[in-house]
């Protein structure tokens, strides 16, 4: 199939660059095996040069971004690689591997507006993607460079990760479309096992270790820093780059509008960071004009975050994170938090926290809405929930929720819930099968119970 594929101006030379986030001088290019400043360790971020990208004006580049979106021009038919010169200019398109990630859902949640007094309220379902979770937007950007670095003739034998389940699955998904070696450290007994099969599955060397992820990340920094195995962590800013065009790929579906509020769960803080990143991007080149408020949402029993922000993000301390439904993040000491706070200070931002029954509810009554959503989600709807509560949003306003992950990987969650299995949530919403007699009667009897229950529930309502 063949049709005009727009271009951005072809004189433009697009260039961007490692730079220490703590403001060390120093530039080092993307194709180097770099994750830290050499001078302060701090992390790296990745540093466009804007002159080229506003050599071609906004309006022409939202023409190129839409003759792209979704169509079948290798690779620029991915939400990522659409906006390839803002992402990764350098990787040649032959090394991309790419699953034709982003283009995910944006769902107006007309009935959860309903229930909660919102007009304009949307949920991203960037968990409707290849391996199930919104990694693959950086996944495909950090594989595509080792893709690269090894056709440059550079030693990596393995790409290798920390994960709380859905870095890993995404890893190991990118590795095996590239045929390169995949290795993936998890926590023992705290992933879902669709998230263990998933690595199993892709081939992926797999190691239960007897942590948490805290503590596999420290292993995974050593083994990587001391043999020459790619780190594919969020620490590696390469997958921020990619999952900043959240940001691009929301403002692309409501027609270059910025929404007013999104609410964003957080863990290692990598994508509230990138989303941050993205919005800053595009102010910078004219794309929009505004920018929105965002919040981030964090399971009460792994808050470092929340209770930076009640100090005015003045300190931060780590803190041991205790067991979650939440479990992708399970986080303590976030890799990402001080990209995390530069983001929300610009953006008038706030964290909100969420116990283990309010995500449990949260998510469940957005499920009775026609979503299905992973308890991460559940985080994010709850916090916004809170915010409503308090008077804080206005019932027009746009809001947009980032869903991270699908439900489908959390089924255990979603069966103790609607089977009541969880003692201290309440399960407002449970629903479980009803075991009946195969006869006429029994089951119109069963049936009719329950449609009158339903309508008493909807006329309380
Ligand atoms: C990774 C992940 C998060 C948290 O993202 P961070 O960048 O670590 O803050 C949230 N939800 C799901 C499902 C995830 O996999
Ligand atoms: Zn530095």
């Known amino acids: ?42 992390l790296l971020e990745v540093v466009h040069d804007l002159d080229p990208l506003r050599m071609t004006p ?27 010169e803002f992402v990764c200019p350098d990787v040649l398109d032959e090394n991309i591997v790419s699953t034709c990630e982003g283009g995910s859902n944006l769902f ?49 034998p393995a790409v290798a990760c920390a994960s709380t389940g859905d870095t890993s699955a995404s890893l190991a998904a990118y590795c095996a479309t590239a045929g390169i070696p995949a290795i993936v450290f998890l926590p023992k007994n705290k992933v879902s096992s669709a998230q263990l099969v998933q690595p199993l599955a892709h081939g992926a060397i797999t190691l239960a270790i007897d942590t948490d992820f805290d503590g596999c990340m420290q ?42 509020l999104i609410v964003i769960p957080g863990g290692n803080l990598g994508n509230v960071s990138a989303l941050g990143q993205g919005f800053l991007l595009m102010k910078a080149v004219g794309l929009i004009d505004r920018m929105p408020r965002i919040v981030c949402a964090q399971a009460e029993n792994a808050n470092p975050l929340y209770l930076s922000y009640l100090k005015s993000f003045n300190e931060f301390d780590s803190v041991p994170a205790k067991p979650t ?41 957005g499920d009775l809405t026609g979503l ?18 308090r008077g804080e949003v206005r019932p027009d306003e746009r809001i947009v929720v980032i869903s991270t992950a699908h439900g489908l990987k959390f089924t255990s969650f979603k069966t103790r819930y609607h089977t009541s299995e969880y003692k201290d949530i309440e399960c407002r919403f449970a629903n479980p099968p009803i075991e009946v007699h195969a006869t006429y009667d029994a089951v119109r009897n069963a049936l009719f119970r329950s449609l009158d229950a339903r309508n008493a529930q909807i006329s309380k309502a």
């Open 1 to 42: 199939m063949t049709f005009p594929l727009k271009s951005p101006n072809p004189a433009a030379k697009y260039r961007a660059v490692f730079r220490c986030i703590s403001g060390c001088p120093g530039d080092y290019p993307l194709n180097e095996i770099i994750y830290q400043c050499p001078k302060c360790q701090d």
């Open 58 to 84: 906004p309006e022409e580049w939202r023409d190129v971004f839409d003759s792209r979106f979704m169509r079948t021009f290798w690779p620029y038919g991915s939400g990522v690689w659409g906006k390839k």
């Open 108 to 156: 107006w949640a007309e009935q959860l507006g309903y229930r909660w007094g919102l007009k304009d309220l949307w949920i991203k379902q960037c968990g409707n993607s290849h391996s199930g979770s919104f990694k693959d937007l950086g996944m495909t950007v950090l594989v595509s460079m080792v893709k690269q670095m090894r056709h440059e003739g550079k030693n990596i």
């Open 219 to 260: 292993i995974v920094k050593e083994i990587t820093g001391r043999n020459n195995i790619y780190l594919a962590n969020s620490m590696n800013s390469l997958r921020i780059e990619g999952q900043k065009t959240i940001s691009f790929e929301l403002c692309q579906q409501f027609d270059w509008e910025v929404p007013d």
């Open 325 to 365: 439904l939440a479990s992708a993040i399970q986080i303590g000491n976030p890799v990402s938090v001080k990209k995390a706070i530069r983001v929300l200070k610009r953006f008038n931002g706030t964290v909100e926290q969420a116990s283990e029954a309010e995500l449990a509810e949260a998510a469940a009554e």
């Open 372 to 389: 299905y959503n992973c308890p991460h989600t559940g985080v994010a709807l709850a916090a916004l929930k809170k915010i409503i509560r």
